[in-house]
């Protein structure tokens, strides 16, 4: 009886020894149960989905909703996989890529969008023209900046926090322009969380901020919502024939000096 069980642990202990990667894991973490650990290994970026869950607690479901919500594929040309890929690079090196882009000068440097397919082009063009630069290895994942750059504004504290900024000083920007769009419902989530009342009346602010820009202006403008489509806001006139915004303000105000 003692032989059958001294067998049965040698035979999983050579079992576990056959199934042992031959690549080296960059990072462990504890698993739930606090016995062993989950591994991101260097190629784990090919099967990212497992890793974010099995490390990250992070579902697929979630990393496509970003995918959708956010049009990687129409911005960044790169299918879920890759998206998933640089997001596991983030997680796996948080510390620096949070370093990195603390700096405005980075953030602005890979703010633009760049196409998952040239930043490859470029990769295999480097190892062309400089001999002494290792062509690209399959086994090593070819990092996009501004994907980065978009994955740290997602699910970064501090990229959420600079990305609502920057996005209220660009509709601002539009309004004085005479054209609106429909992100304000996006900001408000990063400002407070996305939650219930505070989400309601942050997109509320967010709609004053915008429609100051058409008095700023004195333009009658456009805001274009992705349901409604384009509402005109028509800057008016005061007075007794008065209409449009300044005529609702002006009845406002004269509605108060009543009470």
């Known amino acids: 009886m003692i032989e059958i069980k ?20 960059i990072r462990r973490y504890p698993k ?16 990212p989905f497992k890793a974010l869950l099995e490390c990250f607690g992070i579902k697929q479901k979630k990393i496509e ?22 997001v596991l690079e983030y997680f796996t090196n948080k510390i620096k890529w949070d370093n990195l882009f603390s700096k405005k000068e980075a953030r602005d440097k890979y703010k633009e969008p760049v196409q998952q397919k040239t930043v490859q082009e470029r990769a295999r063009a480097k190892s062309v023209a400089e001999p002494a630069a290792k062509t ?3 086994d090593k994942m070819i990092v996009n900046r ?6 740290w504004s997602i699910y970064s504290v ?6 609502a900024a920057e996005s ?9 322009e005479g054209v609106f769009t429909d992100n304000a419902g996006r900001v408000a ?45 028509d800057v008016g006139s005061s007075g007794k024939s008065g209409y449009g915004l300044k005529h609702i303000i002006e009845q406002r105000y004269a509605k108060r000096r009543h009470y």
């Not at 501004?146 to 994955?151: D, E, P």
């Not at 209220?168 to 004085?176: L, N, R, S, W």
């Open 6 to 25: 001294f067998l049965e642990r040698w035979r999983t202990k050579w079992n576990e020894i056959n199934k042992a990667r031959s690549v080296k894991y």
């Open 32 to 47: 739930k149960t606090g016995k062993g650990y989950n591994y991101v290994y260097q190629d784990s970026w090919k099967h």
């Open 65 to 86: 909703e970003h995918y959708s919500k956010y049009e990687i594929k129409k911005d960044f040309g790169a299918d879920k996989q890759t998206f998933a890929a640089h």
């Open 136 to 138: 690209p290895d399959g």
């Open 146 to 151: 501004s994907l980065m750059r978009k994955v």
């Open 158 to 163: 501090e990229g959420q926090r600079i990305e």
């Open 168 to 176: 209220v000083v660009k509709q601002k920007a539009a309004a004085k």
């Open 189 to 233: 989530t990063a400002n407070d969380g996305g939650g219930g009342e505070n989400k309601k009346d942050g997109m509320v602010t967010q709609d004053l901020q915008l429609l100051s820009g058409v008095l700023e202006s004195g333009k009658s403008s456009t805001i274009r919502h992705k349901d409604i489509g384009d509402i005109v806001v």
